[in-house]
């Protein structure tokens, strides 16, 4: 039940993540293409006369200059943003990954706990089924908080992974 929760969102992070890289790749390209633009209308520009000149050449090119730098600035910037936000989707997938695979090795531990039981002789003291409803129950209770905290608060839900642990390790012994 945890294990597909976390899956799901790793699904919804990675398709995040290749959106995110598919934006970025077409503000790179219009980014190259202005710088482009921008360059052929610098070769363009005949600065020659233009200072003994009363009137003004190239006044179009100046504002078409102009106006490509800024969407030029607004590009980097958009880039830098988009930067920003893959590494914030990289680092949430790592978290979720980390807590994926700290749940496998608390489920493999409890399964080999499982395993390892002895069945009980007549000697040995068994524990009721009302004691171990109540403790699948608080396990199950824990679980459930543990994935309310994820998605707010991945730092918190790996401390309360690792008092779930403590406490089927607890359990075990």
């Excluded at 899956?7 to 995040?16: A, V």
């Excluded at 409803?133 to 908080?145: A, E, G, R, T, V």
Aim: glycine share 2%.
């Amino acid at each position: 039940m945890l294990l597909d929760y976390l899956k799901s969102i790793q699904e919804k992070d990675i398709s995040s993540r290749i959106e995110l890289e598919e934006e970025y790749d077409l503000v790179d390209t219009k980014l190259r293409e202005a710088r482009k633009f921008l360059s052929m209308i610098e070769e363009e520009d005949p600065d020659t006369f233009t200072e003994f000149s009363p009137y003004e050449l190239q006044s179009k090119n100046e504002k078409q200059m102009k106006e490509i730098e800024d969407s030029i600035a607004s590009f980097e910037k958009k880039m830098s943003s988009l930067q920003n936000q893959i590494f914030l989707v990289d680092d949430n997938l790592d978290k979720i990954e980390k807590a994926m695979q700290e749940f496998q090795e608390l489920s493999n531990d409890l399964q080999a706990s499982d395993s390892d039981s002895v069945i009980p002789s007549e000697n040995a003291v068994v524990l009721d089924q009302d004691n171990n409803i109540s403790i699948y129950n608080d396990l199950i209770f824990q679980c459930d908080n543990i994935l309310g905290f994820l998605p707010v608060d991945p730092v918190r839900a790996k401390i309360e992974l690792g008092e779930l642990k403590k406490s089927l390790q607890s359990l075990m012994k």
